[in-house]
Nanobody, 119 residues
Framework: QVQLVESGGGLVQAGGSLRLSCVAS????????MGWFRQAPGKEREFVAD????????YYADSVKGRFTISQDNAKNTVYLQMNSLKPEDTAVYYC????????????WGQGTHVTVSS
C-alpha cells in the first residue's frame, strides 16, 4: 500500500502562485508514475500533470501547460506541483495519485487539497 498526503492548497488571487506538495509513504518502490488531478465543483475529475517516478520530465494537460510544473524530490518521496499565473478556472480540489504500471489507471489517491483562485 501507498499513502499520499497533499498540502499547500489555499486561497490566491488570479495571477498568483501556489506550490502543492504530495508526500508518499509505504510501498513507494512499487509505483512508477506520480500524477496530479483536479476536480472543480460540479465537474468530473481531470488530469493535470504526471511524471515518471525517479526520472524524466512531466507531461501536462493543455489547460495548464506553460503555467504549471511538476517535479519531485526522490530523497523525500515528495512530488510538487508549482502553479503560476493562476486563473479562477483553476479553482478545484487537487489530488495526488500514484500508479504501479506505466499504463492504466492510478492505484493510489490522496485526500485532496483545496485551491481557490479569486478574480
Amino acid at each position: 500500500q501507498v499513502q499520499l498526503v497533499e498540502s499547500g492548497g489555499g486561497l490566491v488571487q488570479a495571477g498568483g502562485s501556489l506550490r502543492l506538495s504530495c508526500v508518499a509513504s509505504g510501498s513507494t518502490f512499487s509505483t512508477s508514475y506520480m500524477g496530479w488531478f483536479r476536480q472543480a465543483p460540479g465537474k468530473e475529475r481531470e488530469f493535470v500533470a504526471d511524471i515518471i517516478r525517479g526520472a524524466g520530465s512531466g507531461y501536462y494537460a493543455d489547460s495548464v501547460k506553460g503555467r504549471f510544473t511538476i517535479s519531485q524530490d526522490n530523497a523525500k518521496n515528495t512530488v510538487y506541483l508549482q502553479m503560476n499565473s493562476l486563473k479562477p478556472e483553476d479553482t478545484a480540489v487537487y489530488y495526488c495519485a500514484a500508479r504501479k504500471h506505466t499504463v492504466g489507471a492510478y492505484d493510489y489517491w490522496g485526500q485532496g487539497t483545496h485551491v481557490t483562485v479569486s478574480s
